[in-house]
């Protein structure tokens, strides 16, 4: 693994972090056989820009990365997946840029809004050596750039939190649809496209670094 380097935005101080892919093992992990779904559409409607859900309102003095995308943006792709044999859908949209970061927004939503579920531990790497200290955390999503063979780490603050929403205090309430933000170090700029790798949702490939 790369040695991480240090950032400040805002006062703190993140941890932004990248490791090398192996040669020896595919870039991006086994993809799901599920058809394509449809997904519900964010709440507001896709004119009315991205509100971030009151589950995923950060805990004092923790930093979290909101959705960025402008009104009316469309997702890059969609994705289906199941959390606790709740059948689930995941969108992702553009990946933005800014100065030394880059932030990736998915839209998570439930195939029937009367089964609502927790993403708990379902989107995180179960491993707190690499970027969160909490194994509840969303850390496990990936930004994989297959022509460098390096795989971004989920940026955390000083303290061992993910700068991301849900935070790591509030992925295990009930909900219909959540946005997951999740902030990394930025691919160098001549990086136009990179590989968002998303546990239990597989790997969408080709998504925009704007």
Not at 19 to 46: I, K, Y
Not at 159 to 173: K, N
Not at 177 to 198: D, E, I, K, N, R
Request: net charge negative; with cysteine; proline share 12%.
């Amino acid at each position: 693994m790369n040695r991480p380097f240090a950032v400040a935005a805002a006062g703190t101080v993140l941890i932004l972090a990248s490791c090398s892919l192996p040669n020896t093992a595919p870039a991006t992990p086994e993809e799901p056989n599920d058809p394509p779904v449809s997904v519900p559409l964010p709440p507001g409607g896709p004119t009315t820009g991205m509100p971030t859900p009151a589950a995923a309102t950060p805990s004092a003095g923790t930093p979290s990365a909101t959705p960025s995308q402008a009104a009316g943006e469309e997702p890059v792709a969609t994705r289906p997946g199941s959390f606790n044999k709740v059948r689930v859908s995941a969108q992702v949209f553009p990946i933005r840029r800014s100065g030394g970061t880059a932030t990736v927004d998915l839209y998570i939503a439930s195939q029937d809004p009367e089964e609502p579920f927790s993403l708990f531990d379902h989107l995180s790497d179960g491993n707190t050596e690499t970027s969160s200290r909490n194994t509840t955390s969303v850390d496990g999503i990936r930004l994989l750039d297959t022509t460098a063979k390096k795989a971004y780490l989920a940026a955390v603050t000083a303290d061992g939190a993910c700068v991301c929403s849900p935070d790591d205090e509030h992925t295990a309430s009930f909900n219909s649809s959540v946005w997951v933000t999740v902030t990394f170090a930025a691919p160098p700029v001549g990086v136009t496209a990179v590989s968002v790798s998303v546990p239990s949702f597989g790997t969408f490939t080709d998504v925009p670094v704007i």
